[in-house]
C-alpha cells in the first residue's frame, strides 16, 4: 500500500496565484486532514473531513478551502496565495475519529509564495 | 485551551549515548499522549502513545516515554542513540474538539555525532 500520498513536492507560488495541494490515501480511512508546519512550530490544523462529503474547519482555515467528494481524496486549495502561507502541508487520515487510530502523514508539500 | 511546549529546539548526542526528549503539555482532562518522529523529507510517523494504564510506554525504534501526571510530563528516552535516530522529534496531545485533533508542540530536532 501507498498510504497517504502528496503531490506536488515541492512548489514555488507568486503572490494572487492559486493552487491546489492533492492528498490521496488508499487505506479506506474516513477520517482525513490537512496541517501546515511552520518553521520553529508544531503542526496547526486546517481543515478536516470525517467522511466523503463532510469537511470542517480546523484552527486556521483563513486562506484555504478543501472539497471531499470521495473517499480517496482530500484536495486542498489556496485561492490567492500569500507569504503567510510560506509552509510545509501535510495530509494525514485516520480510519476512526477517536485516538485508538493512528494518524497516517503524508511526505508533505513544501509551498514558498514570493 | 490545550499547549505542549518542547523546551529544547535542537539536542545534540553522541551514538551510543542515553537520549531524553522533554515534553510538557497543558490539558484539565486525562491527556491522550503521542510522539511522533519525522526523518527529513518523509511524514510523521507515531513512536508511542499513551492513553492510560501502565505509565511506562514502549515504542517502536527502541523509544519509551513515561507519562507523569504531577509534572504534566511525557518525556521520551531511549537508552543508546544511534545515527539513524537524527530525526524532528513531535510530541503532542489528543484533543476531540476538531474531530481527532491532534494538538503538537514546535518539536526537537535531534542531531547525532558519532
Known amino acids: 500500500n501507498a498510504g497517504v500520498t502528496q503531490t506536488p513536492k515541492f512548489r514555488i507560488l507568486k503572490i494572487g496565484q492559486s493552487m491546489t495541494l492533492q492528498c490521496t490515501q488508499d487505506m479506506n480511512h474516513n477520517y482525513m486532514y490537512w496541517y501546515r508546519q511552520d518553521p520553529g512550530m508544531g503542526l496547526k490544523l486546517i481543515y478536516y473531513?470525517?467522511?466523503?462529503?463532510?469537511?470542517d474547519k480546523g484552527e486556521v482555515p483563513n486562506g484555504y478551502n478543501v472539497s471531499r467528494s470521495t473517499t480517496e481524496d482530500f484536495p486542498l486549495r489556496l485561492e490567492l496565495a500569500a507569504p503567510s502561507q510560506t509552509s510545509v502541508y501535510f495530509c494525514a487520515s485516520s480510519a476512526t475519529g477517536t485516538f485508538n487510530n493512528e494518524q497516517f502523514f503524508g511526505p508533505g508539500t513544501r509551498l514558498t509564495v514570493l | 485551551a490545550q499547549s505542549v511546549t518542547q523546551p529544547d529546539i535542537h539536542i545534540t548526542v553522541s551514538e551510543g549515548a542515553s537520549l531524553e526528549l522533554r515534553c510538557n503539555y497543558s490539558y484539565g482532562a486525562t491527556p491522550y499522549l503521542f510522539w511522533y518522529v519525522q526523518s527529513p523529507g518523509q511524514g510523521l510517523q507515531l513512536l508511542l502513545k499513551y492513553f492510560s494504564g501502565d505509565t511506562l510506554v514502549q515504542g517502536i525504534k527502541g523509544f519509551e516515554a513515561e507519562f507523569k501526571r504531577s509534572q504534566s510530563s511525557f518525556n521520551l528516552r531511549k537508552p543508546s542513540v544511534h545515527w539513524s535516530d537524527a530525526a524532528e522529534y513531535f510530541c503532542?496531545?489528543?484533543?476531540?474538539?476538531?474531530?481527532?485533533?491532534?494538538?503538537f508542540g514546535a518539536g526537537t530536532i535531534l542531531r547525532v555525532k558519532s
Open positions: 503532542a496531545v489528543g484533543n476531540m474538539e476538531y474531530g481527532n485533533k491532534l494538538v
Open positions: 473531513s470525517v467522511g466523503a462529503g463532510i469537511t
